[in-house]
């Protein structure tokens, strides 16, 4: 079936550090991929999406390219900063509304 | 402009009771998703609501139902309570036909079952 699988966390990085977190996809089809976040106390927001190969989402100073022929959908922020410490979802759809995510990854940022 | 609230925000179950779940979704949604997220883990897709009818359903048992009511709000209601129901429940909304999969969740209702 469908899933992603993404880099287990924590993921612990230092103020102005390069951030990535790596995402990976299986589907059947092409589907449309997304980032997620959750902040602590917080629901889950969407942090950028990407619907078709070579597209690349971006929000935030956070950016990720749909990469078809790797099946990957990496995150990647330049300079990291206290207030990005929350967890990080990898996420795919292929049909309707109905969201695949993987399991997750925490970042945290020490100043 | 109201997000998507849930209630009840905690709540602690024994096992073999029933729990209802409430979800009322943002302004000018009308299709409501819900989400189980075990500790640790990723959110799993248990069903979606639009129009007052279960649409599409992820691979739960038959104790997990739901409704949706006119107003779009929607209950999840989990019979025969499991110690492995334990988990933060997620409600998110969506305008039907976009498909952008941009979901506009809220902050979940934990059941701990005991």
């Known amino acids: 079936g469908d899933s992603v699988t993404q880099m287990e966390g924590p993921v612990t990085l230092s103020e102005e550090a390069f951030l990535t977190i790596n995402c990976t996809y299986t589907?059947?089809?092409?589907?449309?991929l997304f980032w997620y976040v959750q902040y602590p106390g917080e629901g889950l927001q969407l942090l950028l999406k990407?619907?078709?190969?070579?597209d690349k989402g971006s929000n935030k100073g956070f950016e990720a390219t749909y990469r078809k022929e790797t099946t990957s959908f990496h995150l990647e922020k330049g300079s990291v900063q206290v207030s990005d410490s929350a967890v990080y979802f990898c996420a795919l759809i292929l049909y309707g509304n109905k969201l695949v995510f993987g399991a997750g990854t925490i970042l945290r940022v020490k100043s | 402009d109201a997000g998507v609230t849930q209630s009840p925000t905690h709540l602690i179950k024994t096992r073999g009771q029933q729990v209802t779940l409430r979800c009322s979704p943002k302004?000018?949604?009308?299709?409501v998703s819900w989400y189980q997220q075990a500790l640790g883990q990723g959110p799993q897709f248990i069903f979606q609501?639009?129009?007052?009818?279960?649409?599409q359903r992820g691979n739960f048992p038959d104790r997990f139902s739901g409704h949706q009511f006119p107003n779009y709000s929607s209950e999840l209601n989990v019979n025969a309570l499991l110690l492995g129901d334990s988990a933060l429940y997620l409600c998110?909304?969506?305008?039907?036909?976009?498909?952008?999969?941009?979901?506009?969740f809220g902050e979940g209702s934990r059941l701990t079952v005991l």
């Open positions: 302004s000018g949604h009308d299709t």
């Open positions: 998110a909304s969506s305008i039907p036909g976009q498909g952008t999969g941009e979901l506009f």
């Open positions: 990407a619907t078709k190969a070579d």
């Open positions: 589907a059947t089809g092409y589907p449309s």
């Open positions: 609501y639009y129009e007052e009818e279960e649409r």
